[in-house]
């Protein structure tokens, strides 16, 4: 069948034995027992088809079909039904399910549908995977316009994106946020990541790139890009109204500069109020500014930046994020340490 990515939604053991057995030796082949996990993994990549059965919660196989149009990545997914045994009711095919299998099934059985229907959800998926490429690159292309001023900050954009997904799909696999912090917000969060300092175009290259401290009047210059990116996705916005995403640019461009404790800007408010996405990008963004060379100073050792974020949870970064960043710190210092090694080669 060639590479495929299959997710099973299900809690039937029996079932879940027979897919591990056929599909796992051959492709990408992943289970949840509901569908909010699935719609976690699914943050990892998104399947080619999902087989839907019965849950641990109870819910049967059509209403877990129901729950998946609630998830945006997985809403498009081709869908086959698993359907109990003698059970009643009829299920029409359709653009989404597209077709049923009774249990217990065989492994020829499973074999046989999928091999009708995963050539066309490959093809869909990559479609839909080359408009998600382009729309991304259009905006990682606004963004760099900032970044290419300024040598030293060259991969700031792609790192502090990367940081931004680690840190809030912590968050949201441990729970601490509740249903505040949900998969399209994460999903959104490491798209909108890179426009987090667009608003530095309006700011000069006098300032931006001034080697020594700034004075106060420099710096009241600086924190109005806080301010112009605000007013630059909100352009965005009313050109691409379907891009979810944009109001979550928005929130990071304003407030990523907070602080839990209500003494950053622009606008001083604190705690809750300042939204996760901005308490997550405020990790990122620092810690980026720690451990990379910038034009007023050398990089920090990673222990040092370490020290200096986890010592700051409750004053300067909400504490959630600060234990979230302890967890995948191995993970961001990876990749802060081999972006410093080829930018020295």
């Known amino acids: 069948m060639g590479e495929y990515r299959i997710l099973y939604i299900g809690d039937v053991s029996e079932e879940r034995d027979v897919l591990t057995r056929v599909l796992s030796a051959d492709g990408d082949f992943a289970w949840a027992a509901s569908v909010h996990e699935a719609s976690i993994k699914s943050l990892r990549g998104a399947p080619d088809i999902i087989l839907v059965s019965r849950t641990a919660d109870g819910a049967s196989a059509d209403e877990n079909g129901e729950r ?7 809403a498009p997914v081709s869908v086959i039904v698993i359907k109990p045994e003698g059970a009643d009711g009829a299920y029409d095919l359709n653009d989404r399910i597209v077709d049923v299998i009774e249990a217990p099934f065989t492994e020829e059985e499973i074999l046989r549908s999928l091999r009708v229907h995963l050539n066309i959800a490959r093809r869909d ?12 690159g259009l905006i990682t292309s606004i963004s760099e316009m900032v970044e290419c ?14 940081y931004v997904t680690l840190l809030s799909m912590e968050l949201l696999e441990s729970g601490v946020y509740g249903d505040r912090l949900t998969v399209e917000d994460v999903e959104r969060m490491g798209r909108a990541a890179p426009l987090h300092d667009i608003g530095k175009v309006g700011v000069s290259d006098a300032i931006l790139l001034k080697p020594g401290p700034l004075t106060d009047e420099e710096f009241a210059a600086m924190k109005k890009h806080t301010l112009i990116g605000e007013v630059m996705i909100e352009r965005l916005m009313r050109d691409m109204p379907s891009q979810k995403y944009l109001s979550v ?7 990523h500069h907070e602080k839990y404790d209500g003494s950053g800007y622009p606008y001083g408010i604190s705690g809750e109020d300042i939204p996760i996405s901005g308490r997550v990008m405020a990790v990122a963004d620092v810690y980026d500014a720690l451990v990379a060379d910038r034009v007023y100073r050398k990089a920090m050792s990673q222990e040092k930046a370490y020290n200096i974020i986890t010592e700051s949870g409750g004053s300067h970064f909400d504490p959630h994020v600060v234990e979230a960043f302890k967890d995948v710190f191995d993970m961001m210092s990876a990749i802060a340490v081999n972006a410093n090694e080829r930018n020295k080669t």
């Open 125 to 136: 998926r990559a479609l839909r995977e080359q408009v998600d490429t382009l729309q991304q």
């Open 68 to 74: 998946l149009l609630e998830y945006k990545r997985l």
């Open 149 to 162: 001023r300024d040598e030293d900050t060259g991969g700031h954009i792609a790192r502090t994106s990367r």
């Open 249 to 255: 640019a928005r929130e990071i461009a304003i407030t």
